[in-house]
Every structure is written in structure tokens, then in C-alpha cells.
């Protein structure tokens, strides 16, 4: 992580010859270095070298609804990539994915019965009208499509 003002510029400089972030214009303003995150703060440090703390007030887009550093979630973590990281789910499980799938039914009102884990909200739009217009052709309708 740089350190000095000179290394700051560096790293943005880097980053602007390589990265193109979402939702930010290619000529705009340069992004802040994330130095930490602890809670809902993110500590930062702009250009310059100035530091300052901001709140995260989307949530790392909404993927740290808990906020940085949660003990338990972090813990949770540490215990999990001790066994293993990721694996494919094609054809392949594992106990904390039964175990989630398990309290996701426990909590969702009859008839649902089944659990489909994606890795994104396009993903899961996607899969969830494949699956309508899968059922549609199983119940003998396979023009019903819109």
C-alpha cells in the first residue's frame, strides 16, 4: 500500500492507465485509495496524499449489507478458506452450501422447496426465466414464452 504523496500519484496513475471503473466517466476524477475499512467507514486517501474516512453508504454495492470487518462474518471466513475457497457447483457440493439451502427453505413459504445459488443478480434473472420458460414447455404450453 503506498505510503508517501509521490506513491499515491503513482497508484492512481497506474490504475487510470489500466482500470475502467463502473459507473465513473473515463476524464473524471481520479479515484481514492482504499487504505482500510472497518464498519460502515472506508479510509481513504486521495491524489494528493490527503486522508480522510467517508461512510460506505451503498454497501460495497450492497455485498457488505454488515459492514468491513464484521467479527463474525470474518471469522466465519477464516474457517471456511482453511477447507477450501470456491468450487464449481456444477455436479459438486458441500455442507455449508446444504446447510444454507436448509435455512433458506426453513424460511420461505410453502410450496418453495428448492434453493438456486447464483454468483450475481444478472445470473439469477437469467436462470429465473429460464426456469419460466422451462416450466411452461413442461406443462405443454412451449409458446407461452413472454
Given at each position: 500500500m503506498p505510503k508517501t504523496r509521490a506513491a499515491a500519484r503513482s497508484l492512481v496513475e497506474r490504475d487510470r492507465g489500466l482500470?475502467?471503473?463502473?459507473?465513473?466517466?473515463?476524464?473524471?476524477?481520479?479515484?481514492?485509495?482504499?487504505t482500510g475499512a472497518s464498519g460502515v467507514r472506508l479510509h481513504l486517501r486521495a491524489e494528493d496524499g490527503t486522508r480522510f474516512e467517508a461512510v460506505d453508504g451503498m454497501?460495497?454495492?450492497?455485498?457488505?449489507?454488515?459492514?468491513?470487518?464484521n467479527p463474525v462474518l470474518d471469522e466465519a471466513l477464516?474457517?471456511?478458506?482453511?477447507?477450501?475457497?470456491?468450487?464449481?457447483?456444477?455436479?459438486?457440493?458441500?455442507?455449508p452450501a446444504v446447510r444454507l439451502a436448509e435455512q433458506l427453505v426453513r424460511l420461505a413459504p410453502?410450496?418453495?422447496?428448492?434453493v438456486f445459488f447464483a454468483d450475481s443478480g444478472s445470473v439469477s434473472v437469467e436462470v429465473a426465466l429460464?426456469?419460466?420458460?422451462?416450466?411452461q414447455a413442461s406443462a405443454g404450453r412451449?409458446?407461452?414464452q413472454r
Open positions: 482500470v475502467w471503473h463502473p459507473y465513473a466517466a473515463l476524464n473524471g476524477p481520479a479515484p481514492y485509495e482504499v454497501s460495497s454495492w450492497w455485498s457488505a449489507i454488515h459492514g468491513y470487518r477464516r474457517k471456511q478458506i482453511d477447507q477450501f475457497s470456491h468450487v464449481m457447483f456444477g455436479g459438486l457440493t458441500h455442507e410453502e410450496p418453495l422447496a428448492h429460464k426456469l419460466a420458460v422451462q416450466y412451449p409458446s407461452r
